[in-house]
């Protein structure tokens, strides 16, 4: 069994979003040839709610095409809404929701404030810890 197998060529390269248009695609500068990439939405389904503006990621390509986006993680959100910390709720464990200024939601500790910096593992969308 003499079968050769055409090595798969996959390359990651480091590209800043730039921004997405109204159809959804995302745009992205090859941070080393400064060249526009676009990336279809259907291509990035998965990682598009923890892209903010002038974020680096890595674009992994197979054959000269995207397949993935790859952001940075953890990554540091501000909270942009999330209701106020009640008084006397101090209860261990205590979580509520919180929207980033990328648009993702996560829950967060009781104490953590809009406003607040935080850091986020985006691989699982779970917070991390206050900044």
Request: aromatic residues 12%; contains cysteine.
């Amino acid at each position: 069994s003499g079968e050769k197998f055409e090595r798969a060529q996959i390359e990651k390269k480091p590209s800043q979003f730039t921004y997405s248009d109204e159809s959804g695609n995302f745009f992205f500068m090859d941070s080393e040839t400064f060249e526009e990439v676009m990336v279809e939405s259907n291509t990035i389904e998965d990682s598009k709610k923890w892209i903010s503006e002038g974020m680096e990621c890595d674009l992994v390509f197979f054959k000269g095409n995207v397949i993935e986006v790859m952001t940075p993680s953890p990554y540091v959100y501000e909270v942009v809404e999330t209701e106020p910390n009640v008084k006397g709720n101090t209860a261990q464990g205590y979580t509520k929701p919180a929207v980033l200024d990328c648009g993702a939601t996560v829950n967060v500790p009781g104490f953590v404030e809009q406003g607040s910096k935080i850091k986020v593992d985006t691989q699982n969308g779970e917070y991390m810890e206050r900044v």
